[in-house]
């Protein structure tokens, strides 16, 4: 039997729309930068929480978790054609179960320890339902586009009345949590999604919200944000450009403008609000052979965490009995590290699989896969292989539902193309 009859099922999969009424529910939930607390209320803090010490009743939870599990009811029916998903979580759990009896002690208790395989798997419900999804009709992605068209002005605005730097979180009838480290790429990649989608509709419209978007990940003052914009623009403007036939050295060109003027702008504005000494001081330090402090930062938890991993044949296979000691260090800045060390290499291997499937996927099938599916595929691989070597977004509510979301799309988007070609192989 084919890899996509053993993966997926031999029946093939309906490809009816998802009811509009619900897509846009989902778009809009999963996406909404809204936090409430376990108390009922709307995370509206003034002062950024920089850290909840683990204390789940004080840590600002994403509506995404109530639109996420409440849409997986309502199309619970089909949950078991989500095969990427289901093997994902119960691997996963399969994995870190076996972990927590094999990595334990016998004076430690598994609390810690199964609270993050909890938080770890959690995020994994935005895979089955971006498989389950059906979009035809391009509803999320104008979804994604109303939402940026509203939250991002409004995001400038606050800033510059609160006469804040750096983008603000607070906006006075609630605040964005972790709104630097998370929500600000996962809008460039929503925008990025939206603008590919949505092209030959809403032009002018895209136009003007990637000027505003230039001004808001300027403001962020993160490198993975600021370069997954600045890709996304190049690319796409020499795609477009290609399209229309244009020289080859003419598409080089106009790329290097783009992109000269995204890190010139940026550049430029950084120093006139003063945060020269932030964000071009990095550039400083590596011109005279000095490693940034943030970059310098990450280095020193790799190896603190690294030396953990490596302890002992036990601790590199199942990891250790609990979740590095928060007064230690909270966090490697690195998902994959940071499961090594609590779990051990054993819980990698239901994600490693998956990622090396949807490789093969998108390579098996590159010759009928749409342009607007290879632009869902750099999201993900930007989500899932870029920005989680660097920060721990698959375990974090709002960016990892958001990311898991995005690859559940791309099954969805990749499944029909490549059924249709297994058939006409099949008929020839």
């Known amino acids: 039997m084919p890899v996509v009859g053993k993966f997926m099922g031999a029946q093939m999969m309906s490809e009816k729309n998802t009811h509009p009424v619900l897509l846009w529910m989902i778009g809009l939930g999963l996406f909404v930068p809204l936090f409430f607390r376990l108390d009922g209320s709307i995370y509206a803090d003034v002062k950024i929480l920089a850290e909840s010490l683990g204390v789940i009743s004080q840590l600002p939870l994403p509506i995404s978790i109530v639109a996420c599990f ?97 983008l603000t979180h607070y906006f006075h009838i609630f605040s964005i949590y972790s709104h630097i480290q998370f929500v600000t790429l996962i809008f460039v990649c929503a925008f990025v999604y939206a603008a590919t989608s949505l092209w030959d509709e809403y032009k002018a419209l895209i136009c003007v ?48 403008l783009v992109l000269a003027v995204v890190l010139v702008g940026t550049a430029v504005k950084l120093k006139s609000h003063g945060q020269s000494q932030l964000f071009l001081g990095k550039f400083t330090d590596i011109v005279n052979g000095k490693i940034p402090p943030n970059v310098q930062e990450r280095f020193d938890d790799w190896k603190l965490f690294g030396n953990g991993i490596v302890e002992s044949g036990k601790t590199i296979v199942v990891g250790h009995a ?69 920060k721990v977004t698959l375990r974090q509510p709002y960016p990892g539902i958001f990311a898991y979301f995005m690859w559940g799309l791309l099954f969805s988007a990749l499944l029909p193309t490549a059924l249709r070609k297994h058939q006409v192989t099949a008929l020839n």
């Open 70 to 166: 409440a849409a997986l009811l309502l199309l619970v029916r089909g949950v078991l054609t989500a095969r990427a998903g289901l093997l994902l979580i119960a691997g996963t759990l399969a994995c870190g179960i076996l972990s927590i009896f094999i990595g334990g002690d016998g004076v430690i208790g598994p609390q810690r320890k199964l609270m993050m395989l909890a938080q770890v798997s959690m995020p994994m419900a935005g895979l089955l339902l971006g498989e389950l999804v059906r979009d035809g009709d391009k509803v999320l992605a104008r979804a994604f586009l109303l939402v940026l068209c509203v939250i991002v002005p409004m995001q400038l605005l606050f800033t510059l009345t609160q006469e804040k730097e750096m």
């Open 209 to 256: 919200l990637a000027m505003l978007m230039f001004f808001y990940v300027s403001r962020s003052y993160s490198f993975l944000t600021i370069a997954a914009y600045a890709i996304a623009v190049l690319v796409f403007a020499a795609d477009k450009l290609r399209r229309f036939h244009v020289n080859r050295m003419s598409v080089i060109g106009v790329a290097i």
């Open 322 to 390: 609990e979740p590095m000691p928060r007064e230690i260090r909270s966090s490697p800045h690195n998902w994959y590290v940071e499961q090594m060390y609590t779990f051990g290499l054993v819980v990698l291997i239901p994600i490693m699989t998956l990622i090396i499937y949807t490789v093969y996927f998108c390579f098996a099938y590159r010759g009928s896969i749409s342009s607007n599916t290879w632009w869902l595929a750099g999201i993900v691989f930007y989500l899932v292989v870029i920005d989680s070597n660097f």
